[in-house]
């Protein structure tokens, strides 16, 4: 089972990534945080396997969590989500400790995908 949780906080797309994901039977949504301090908090003491991390929270860049999260919680895999398709956005995510960037336009198919791989131990980029 990989247990996944959600950061982002626009509700409706948070709401629709755990609706999207729940009939996966490998799939467990473990938590889900509106904003950066409930991720920090919540994230090492759930324990997930991958953080779907918005990189644009309202009370701190997805980029300082990631970075943050690496520090003490080296296990859990960062597959960052963004609606920036630029690679200086990439890049940092990256230098940061995230294995994935994934565009919030993809579909089940490629999210689900992601996820496995990062699961897995490997990296995976839209």
Do not use: W
């Not at 396997?49 to 980029?63: Q, T």
């Amino acid at each position: 089972m990989i247990r996944i949780f959600i950061a982002d906080d626009h509700v409706m797309f948070a709401e629709g990534l755990e609706s999207m994901l729940a009939d996966e039977v490998d799939f467990e949504i473990c938590g889900r945080a509106r904003n950066a301090a409930d991720t920090l908090n919540q994230v090492p003491e759930v324990q997930p396997d991958v953080l779907l991390l918005d990189i644009n929270l309202p009370d701190k860049s997805g980029l300082d969590v990631c970075k943050e999260l690496r520090a003490d919680n080296p296990d859990v895999k960062i597959l960052a989500l963004s609606m920036h398709n630029d690679e200086s956005y990439i890049s940092a995510m990256l230098s940061l400790g995230a294995q994935g960037y994934v565009l919030k336009n993809t579909g089940k198919t490629e999210l689900c995908t992601a996820i496995r791989a990062l699961a897995n131990d490997k990296t995976y980029f839209t």
